[in-house]
Structure formats: C-alpha cells, structure tokens
C-alpha cells in the first residue's frame, strides 16, 4: 500500500502515467482535512523552484550586493557551480569569523517525514562542520514553553499527556475555553496528524451534555458547537478575567483549600495580590468586567458554575503568542488548582485542545524514528522570536530564562524547512535587518519570500517526492511514506543536498555514515525500538512495515488523564517542577528580578490593546489567527487557499458595525494599517466578531510593492517584534492595534507567486 504522510494527513497518491492526479485520504481517517487537494496542482505549480538559483547581484559582487536580496533577479545556474559557492561560503565564514557566525535557521513544519526532515537535516550537517548558532522555543508556543518548566513541567510532556476527549465526553459537565476551541488548528500534528479525531470527540461531548463556554472575541473560534456560550471579552484580558474568577471563588469559599495545600507551592502569596493586599486593588469580578468588557454578574455566575461543576479549564496557544504572554497560561493553571480538579478524568487543565490533532487524542506518548543531529560545539542562541533583533544588534546583550546572553555577530544565514517572512513579526524591519548578513542559503520548494530574499537557492523535493516515515507523538499510525512521482525539474532531497556538501568539506563520511537514504530508514526506525518497547509498543520488523504501509500503534491501557499520578500521590509522583509541586508562586522566576514577569500570575496591561491610549489612533485590534486552507503558509498557491481569497487577497473578518462607520462593504479591498507598515485584504463582514476587533489569518505569501505596502494580506506586515516578556521573549504578535480603511485606489496585482524573472546568464 502506498501512503504519503504529511503534517495535515495520511493521504493515498492517485497517480496515472507518472503524473499525479489527486490525493485520496487514508481509508481510516473519519475527517480528513482538505488541504489535500492542493498538493496535485501545488506540487507542479510555476512557482515551484526547478533549478538552483544565485541571485544576480551575488554572482557579481558576493556579500558586497547583499542590499539587493528581495529586489533582484536571479540566475539558473548547475548543481555544481550552487553547491561549490555554499561550501565556499561556508568554508570563508567559519575560517573568518568561527561557526557561530552562522545561524542554522531551520525552522519546523517542511516535512511530516522523521528523516528527510529539513531542521534535522541541516542542524547534522552543520554540527558536522562545527556547529552553528541556533534557535530555541517556536513561534506558537515560545511564552508557554519556557513558562511551564518552573510552574507545571516541560510543555512536550504535558501536551502529551493531556486528558484523553473520550474520558471527557464520560465525565466532563462544564469545558470553559480561554481563546475558544479552534478546531482549525486540529488539521495538523507535527509528524503528521493520522486520523483525525478532534471534531468528532466534541461533537459527542456535546450529544452526552457538556456544557461549553467560549471566551474569546470570536464567535466562530468554538464553531464546532453551535449553541456555546459566548463571552466575546476584549483582546489580551484573559488574565483579567481570570483572576476576577478567582477572586470569586476565594470570597464565596468555593476554592479547595485542600488541594492548594497538599499540591501546590505558593499559593498564600498569590491570595495575597489577588485580594489586593500587596498593591491595595481588589482583583474582583467588578475590577475584571472594566478591563474585558464581560459583566460583573455574568463573571460571577461563572466562577459558581465552574465550582459546581466537573470543569476543564482549557487555554489556546493564541493567548501566549501575546504581550505577557506567560500569564494567561499560569493564571489558568493557577484557577484549575483553586478549582481543585486537576488530575481527575473530567476536569482540571487543558493547554492546548484544539491547537493540534494529537492534543486529547488518547495515543501512546510514542514519537516514532528520530534522525539524530549529532553535538552542536557552539553554545550561542537566540529565542527563535528574537531573529530581527540577532542580526540588527550583534554584540547586545538581552535576557531570556534567567539568563543575561550576548546576540552573536551573524555573517551567514542558512536556512532550510521555513519561512522567516510568514513567521516573524513586524516584516519590514526583518527585511532590512535581512540584508545584513553576507550571504544567506535557504533550501527551498516554491518561489516564497523566503527564497527570493535570499543568494543562494537550492530546490528540495516534496514528500510526494522521496521515501520517509511518517511518525507523530500522540498519534494512531506510523507511516510507510513512500515516493509517488519523480522530483520535480532538478529538485534534491536535503540530505542529498548536505552530503555533497558535506563532501566538499571534507566530512562527507561523518554526515552520511556511509549510508543510503534506505539504510537511514532501516537504522533509524531500528534505533527507535527500545523507545517503543518502553512504553509498550513492539515494532514489527522494518522491511515488514514497509511493506504494509503503516503500523497501527496499539491503544493505551487506560484512558489518559493529565497529572492523574500526580494527583494520587505527589510524593511518589513528583512533578519535575523545583519543589515538586504546581508553583503558583516560582521562587525561581521571582530570582530573575524581571518586572514583567515576576513570581506569580499578575496582571499587566499590554502596550497595545484596547486600553492603552495607542488605540486612540489604530482602534482596532488585530487578531492573526492559524488558517483553514493551508498549514502555516505551505500551499497558499493551492487552490484550497486560494478560493477562500477575497479579490486575489487573504479575508478579514470585521464587525459589521464597524466596517458600516468605515463605509466598508462585504468583498472591498481594504488597507490595513499601523505605524509599522500596511498590508490590503478582503473583507468579510460578521457579527460574530466582538466590536473593536479584526482578525486575519497568518500565511499568505509576503508581497510588498516597491513602497512597502503588501497587496496580498500578510498580517506580519503590522505585529510588532517585540518579546512576550524578558523571561521568554516569545512572539507577541496578538498583542496589535490597527486602523482600517477602504481602498479605493487602482488594485495592484498579486505577484507573490510569480519566480523572479531570470537574468540570462554572463
């Protein structure tokens, strides 16, 4: 049987004459995302990459030309003469300036497959040479995963482990979802999500009773249960609203007590803020309805429903991605703990349902192969958020996680299974700080912005493309991915790639350990046995699962439950946490003396929202939320994506009321704007959507005109590149006050997808 396994899905090539025709979902998955039926016509697209390319002011002048990237032309030249001026690169720089004047910028999601996995791929091969200057953290979860080690416990772990949604349809009364239920996000795993469970398990949970409360500004953020509560409180006031919760549970005496005592660490200096003790505010229901616009009353109602009830307290990733972005989640872990339920089948903390497929799935906590990477001898790194700032401020110190470090001196930008310019915040400070670097090489599939801000560009094959396994912690399947049609024009896969570089260096033996990608497979799917075998799964032989197409992970013998061991015993099963305990208040942290961070969960207004006198000039807030149509922005060509654009461009929704004030209707153009930049997008108008409040999603290609404006609808043209905090300096792209207009000028045309035009060659 032949599959091919891909973040959003298991999919069966149908292909005729060697051409691919469609991608049929795998038999099993009851849900499967149409994301699928981009990948026949993306795959072959004019913006795939057919040929490796040099831009053309680099073949003239190298890293003196580097104020071009992004403007200039490129030049088709042989694998060779690419792959001769990488290693020469290469070779300068690490000889000039050491290994740390490189950044192995690989950044996740190209590859669902555990081996021809570009991150892993590129981060061994530079290893292989000396190392390199990494990142550390993601995008989506960089203010929660530094967070939760000193409060909780790593957040791979918990993710992990989170209550199965089979034990929650049995015993769960009351789901309160901070930032909603976005089951958009349930598309994808990283590894790839094999079946498809979230929808369906909510559904059920609805049909056996349970009541579901939607706070977040959008309507549609919990859609999957048409008669929720919706509480549309004002952007960035979770917390707020938290802790008037909280307040109302300590003066109705509905806390437990007991818990708090046997299971948590700092809890009596917490009450203390929270009655007002420490800074003479009473954080109760009155003081939280003016900060989210939610009523008094109704704050309170909930806090007594909460407490009567077997309640889950989940919170979404979009909350974190924010000023203050490790609040949220430690006030919610903070409110689950008053509640007393954490550990017990139907209740307690949920971090994450609704963000990936495997989050509630109920699966073994098995990853499948890994390829190793191999020692990294450099020890400089940034928080991967912090990129723009690196390459601006070499030598600048700044703090992360209790740490003071030094911003190292880039000259080399290597970069292979991303795209900086969907990712980052605040694009055209990244596309000047971008022409810093002397040379920048990226691994690339289709023209993106990525690839056209760069010198060097050497095109990579699709998982359609080469063998791999596909294999996801917390999923049902392991995946036997196998080639469906021949890489497209000259593409490579980034292992072919890096061995012959590697041979250029002189390494070529230490990468490949003289092994085809076959004997890869074998080796690492061999190494991942006795990681199998510890929780209980035993893998058949490799040739035997290659020859079936997959292997169906045996269910766990209990339904999960987060913490349950914990909660039974908390001697016994310490949490990993420093005193073993849940740490409302963190000794450590407050060690750090970061003022936007200090030992517990507070509230702090963040510079932009609707509070702050900034929204006297841009009154709206801009929420950039995960699309529907593709992961991320991979095939925003595909015509899944794009026939969900509104005149060429990516949707916002508006309040209807205040695009009525702006003269706008449903299907204008407007431009979307702010101090930072402008980007035009289609609108769509809905009353689902709190007033005061736009929301786009993140990933269309980046298409700035010569001024600056992007035609397209990228929302990363106005967030601000600012850390969540000094503790984790995560992206705090949610936290973005904008103004709106129609655009009445002449439409530009989208280029975004165009391949730069090809100088011939010299």
């Known amino acids: 049987m032949t599959y091919t396994a891909m973040h959003w899905g298991v999919y069966r090539p149908r292909v005729v004459g060697g051409t ?31 040929r490796p390319a040099v831009r053309e002011g680099f073949l003239r002048a190298r890293g003196a030309s580097r104020g071009g990237r992004g403007r200039e032309r490129f030049v088709e030249v042989s694998w060779d003469t690419a792959l001769d001026l990488v290693a020469e690169e290469l070779a300068r720089v690490c000889a000039a300036h050491g290994n740390s004047a490189i950044f192995g910028g690989s950044y996740g999601w190209s590859s669902a497959g555990r081996f021809h996995h570009a991150q892993s791929q590129i981060h061994r091969f530079l290893n292989t040479i000396g190392g390199y200057t990494y990142h550390t953290d993601t995008y989506s979860l960089g203010a929660g995963r530094v967070l939760l080690p000193h409060v909780l416990g790593p957040m791979d772990d918990i993710q992990l482990r ?15 979802g901070f930032g909603g239920l976005p089951t958009r996000n349930t598309q994808v795993s990283s590894g790839g999500a094999t079946a498809h469970v979230a929808r369906g398990a909510i559904a059920r949970m609805a049909r056996a009773g349970v009541r579901f409360v939607n706070l977040s500004p959008v309507r549609h953020d919990l859609d999957d249960v048409p008669d929720a509560e919706w509480l549309p409180l004002r952007p960035g006031s979770d917390t707020a609203l938290m802790l008037g919760i909280a307040h109302e549970l300590v003066a109705r005496g509905l806390h437990d007590t007991n818990f708090l005592a046997r299971y948590t660490v700092g809890y009596e200096r917490f009450e203390q803020y929270l009655l007002g003790v420490t800074d003479g505010q009473p954080k109760d229901a009155r003081w939280a309805a003016a900060l989210t616009g939610i009523e008094a009353a109704t704050i309170a109602d909930l806090a007594v429903r909460m407490a009567g009830s077997c309640t889950m307290v989940n919170v979404a990733w979009s909350l974190q991605r924010a000023m203050g972005g490790e609040q949220p989640f430690w006030m919610a872990i903070t409110l689950a703990a008053m509640l007393g339920q954490i550990g017990t089948p139907g209740g307690g903390i949920g971090l994450g349902y609704g963000c990936m497929n495997m989050i509630g799935a109920g699966r073994r906590p098995f990853s499948g192969p890994r390829l190793p990477q191999g020692v990294n001898p450099v020890k400089a790194l940034i928080p991967v958020a912090r990129i723009t700032d690196m390459l601006l401020n070499p030598g600048a110190e700044f703090d992360y996680n209790g740490q003071r470090l030094t911003y190292p001196d880039i000259r080399l930008v290597y970069w292979a299974g991303g795209n900086a310019f969907h990712h980052h915040q605040d694009l055209n400070r990244l596309a000047r700080a971008w022409r810093w ?22 095109p990579a094959t699709t998982a359609l493309e080469r063998d791999d396994i596909g294999s996801a912690a917390g999923e049902r399947f392991i995946i036997a991915s196998k080639q469906a049609v021949p890489p497209q024009g000259e593409a490579r896969d980034d292992f072919a790639i890096c061995a012959d570089l590697a041979e250029r260096l002189g390494v070529r033996e230490r990468f490949t350990e003289g092994r085809s990608v076959r004997q890869w497979l074998t080796h690492i799917y061999d190494q991942s046995r006795d990681r199998a075998t ?3 799964v035993e893998l058949p032989p490799f040739e035997e699962f290659w020859d079936a197409g997959s292997f169906e992970l045996p269910a766990p013998d209990a339904e999960p439950v987060l913490l349950r061991e914990f909660r039974a015993d908390p001697k016994a099963a310490p949490l990993s946490t420093p005193s073993g305990r849940i740490e409302i208040f963190s000794a450590r942290i407050a060690g750090f003396d970061y003022e936007d961070c200090p030992g517990h969960p507070v509230w702090r207004a963040p510079d932009e929202w609707l509070g702050a006198e900034r929204a006297d000039t841009f009154p709206l807030h801009l929420l950039s939320s995960q699309p529907r149509t593709r992961l991320h922005g991979q095939y925003d060509h595909g015509p899944v994506s794009q026939q969900s654009k509104v005149a060429g461009r990516e949707p916002i929704l508006l309040n209807a009321a205040d695009a009525a004030a702006r003269e706008i209707a449903a299907g204008d153009v407007v431009r979307v704007f702010n101090d930072r930049g402008a980007f035009l997008a289609g609108a769509v108008l809905s009353d689902g959507i709190r007033p005061g409040v736009a ?8 298409d700035p005109d010569e001024r600056g404006l992007d035609k397209h609808g990228n929302p990363n043209v106005v967030t ?6 000094r503790l984790s300096q995560g992206c705090a792209a949610q936290s973005t006050l904008v103004e709106v207009e129609r655009y009445d000028g002449k439409l530009p045309p989208i280029t975004a997808y165009d391949p730069p035009i090809k100088a011939p060659p010299s």
Do not use: N
Not at 31 to 49: E, L, N, Q, T
Not at 720 to 725: E, L
């Open 162 to 176: 989170h209550t199965a949604w089979s034990s929650l349809e049995k015993h769960c009364d009351l789901f309160v």
């Open 20 to 50: 691919l025709r469609g991608m049929d979902p795998a038999e099993w998955d009851a849900d499967p995302s149409p994301i699928g039926r981009s990948i026949a016509d993306g795959i072959v697209a004019p913006c795939r990459i057919g």
């Open 720 to 725: 601000p590149d600012v850390g969540a905090s």
């Open 695 to 702: 929301q786009i999603a993140t990933g269309a290609w980046y």
């Open 437 to 458: 670097p002397e040379t920048v090489v990226v691994h690339e599939q289709f023209w993106t912005a990525q690839a056209k801000f760069a010198d060097i560009v050497l």
């Open 534 to 536: 510890a929780v209980r």
